[in-house]
């Protein structure tokens, strides 16, 4: 009993002089328990609305003032018209508008009956039949409290719309976010690996002695990947629009040239692994768990980013294929042009030449 009592206090010992250990045993489930119960919820908070109140009625007063001292809302009062409107949802800001019609409250007083227009952004179907859950039910907790003392039966009727995707088709959310799952695991580990075979195999050697540049060795090692990635975008819209019925509704040229910039982007992280890792294992291991969680969570199309802890949106910011998801829904699913997704395409094009940039001079470093 006394040997086993040693030996366990050795193993003790051991786990505490871990460092690795202690970080897997203890920091693991803490990030985890802070991620997945605080952090990464389906609930929709802090989402971008505007209500439109042409009736100016002490009755949408009410109504607009509950909403507006909810947390799941962030709120803009202002005037629109119906081009006006569909303007607003093309910036990509706002979830849903709020449409008070002019005899709202007239039709409210006389006959008791009235409708309210509620418009919302059906490109991420959940977060906006989440959102028409909140406003119908903000709607009708007011409806109740004017049931009381009142002689004439009330009934405020919403109307919901659902722009770019009047079905609520849940594929149309997921294809984009899976477009660039797919292209962020495959093109990164793929380039990865493949450098670090050469590495493995002594054959790296040979190419750095041959009369070819580095930088001309690290391309001719992208570019296959880059091409047979592109055969793979064409096969994946074929089977998007062939079996899954989703219109690309923008330009196909335009979405085939932001998806090229966003596949060098994934080979350039695959580049920089490769000089991070010094086994296929290791490449293999950074590039599909580095990769899939920041892109499953921190991407858009499973958690709303707007529900996070400002850190977190922060962090989100820097994973690219946060704005590839972005360009994607807007082309693909929205009919959208280039001079609304230019913003994010800057974004992608400063990430790849840093990207680049840092991978080569990582490479010349290590010939040195």
Known sequence: MKQLLVFIRKEFYHVFRDRRTLL????????????????????????????????????????????????????QEKHLEDKAIDEEFKKGKVKCVLLFPPSFGEDLRHTGKATVQIIADGSDPNTA???????????????LTLLPGDATPVGITPQLRMLYNPEGNGSLNFIPGVIALIFMIVCSTLTSVSVVREKELGTMEVLLVSPFHPIMV??????PFLVLSLVNFIFILVLSVGFLGIAIKGSILLLFAESTLFIITCLSVGLL???????????MLISMMG????????????????????PLQLISNIVPARWYYLIVKAVMLKGLGFSYVWKETLVLLGMTTALLTAALLKFKTRLE
């Open 24 to 75: 897997i045993m203890f920091g693991l489930p803490l990030a985890q328990i802070l991620l997945f119960g605080y952090a990464l919820t389906s609930e929709v908070k802090n989402a971008d609305i505007i209500i439109s109140d042409q009736s100016k009625d002490p009755n949408t007063a009410k109504i607009i003032s509950k909403i507006k001292s909810s947390v799941y809302f962030i709120v």
């Open 129 to 143: 039949k989440t959102i028409i859950n909140y406003l119908t039910a903000f709607i009708a907790d007011y409806q």
């Open 218 to 223: 690290l391309l001719a090692k992208a570019i």
């Open 273 to 283: 692994i490769s000089n991070i890792a010094s086994s296929q294992q290791g490449a």
């Open 291 to 310: 990769m899939m969680l920041p892109t499953l969570l921190f991407t858009g199309f499973m958690y709303p980013l707007e529900n996070m802890p400002w």
